[in-house]
C-alpha cells in the first residue's frame, strides 16, 4: 500500500508504518508559530485555577515561557502532548494533570473531575475548534481561551503537492481540520476514486465530509498514535 501522509516526518509513524509493508510519503502543510506574549491582567495563568493545553505547541508555550504552575490543573488533549506537560511539570508543586484523546472526552472529563467554579485558561492555536469553549461554557465553567500559536500553510506546499503523482496512493492521512482546509480542494480532483481517507479524530472526519462530499471513503482514526493510523490501514 502506498500511503500519503500530511505532516512532518516522524520516525514513530515511518518506522511502524514501513515495517508492516506500507510505503509512506510525508508532506508537511502546516507551519505553526509560537507567540511572544505578556501575561498581564487576564493573560496571567495566575488569576485561573487550570491550565487547558489541546497541542504540543500550546505546550512549547508554556515551556517556552516557564510558566508557574504550582497548584495548577491541567487538562491535556492527547497523549504525546501530555507526555510533554507532565515532564515540565515533575518540578512543580502540587500539580494536577487529566488528559484525554480528544477535546470532547476532555470537556466530559474536567466537568466530572473538576469543580464547575474552577476557572480555566485555555492554551489555543488560531485555528481553535469550539468543542472545548461550547461545551465548558454550556455548563457554566469560565474558560478563557487565550491564542499562543498561529497555524498556517507552509509557503512551500502547493510547489511540494505538485512534484507528486498523487493518483498513486491508496491512502492519505489528514491530522488536522486545518490540514482539510489547505488542501481539500486541491487533492479533491486528483486523487484515485478508490483512495481511502483516513482521518485523526471526528472533526477532521467531519471536514473531510464537508469538503468531499462524501465522493470517498472515510475512515476515523480514533487514537492518535501510529498504532492507531497503523490500525486503519492494515483494516483497509
Known sequence: MKCLLLHDPDPRYDNVLSDNNIQI???????????NLDHS???SPAKHDGIII???HGAKFL?????DISG??????GPATAKIVRKYADQFDDVTLVWEDNAS??????????????????YCGNKALDVLPRTL???????KQLVVYTVDKRPEFDKDLSLFD????????????SGVDYTGEFLRDKLSDRCVLVAFGKSTAAALSQCFSNVFVIRICEHPTPSGVLDVLMSL
Open 72 to 77: 495548577k490543573s491541567l487538562a491535556i488533549v
Open 137 to 143: 461554557s454550556e455548563h457554566g465553567v469560565r474558560l
Open 25 to 35: 510519503t510525508n508532506l508537511p502543510v502546516l507551519q505553526t508559530t509560537v507567540l
Open 54 to 56: 489541546s497541542s504540543k
Open 63 to 67: 515551556i517556552k515561557n516557564k510558566i
Open 105 to 122: 472526552l476532555l470537556s466530559q472529563t474536567i466537568l466530572s473531575s473538576f469543580p464547575r467554579s474552577h476557572s480555566w485558561i485555555f
Open 166 to 177: 498523487v493518483g498513486v496512493f491508496q491512502a492519505v492521512v489528514f491530522f488536522s481540520p
Open 41 to 43: 491582567s487576564d493573560n
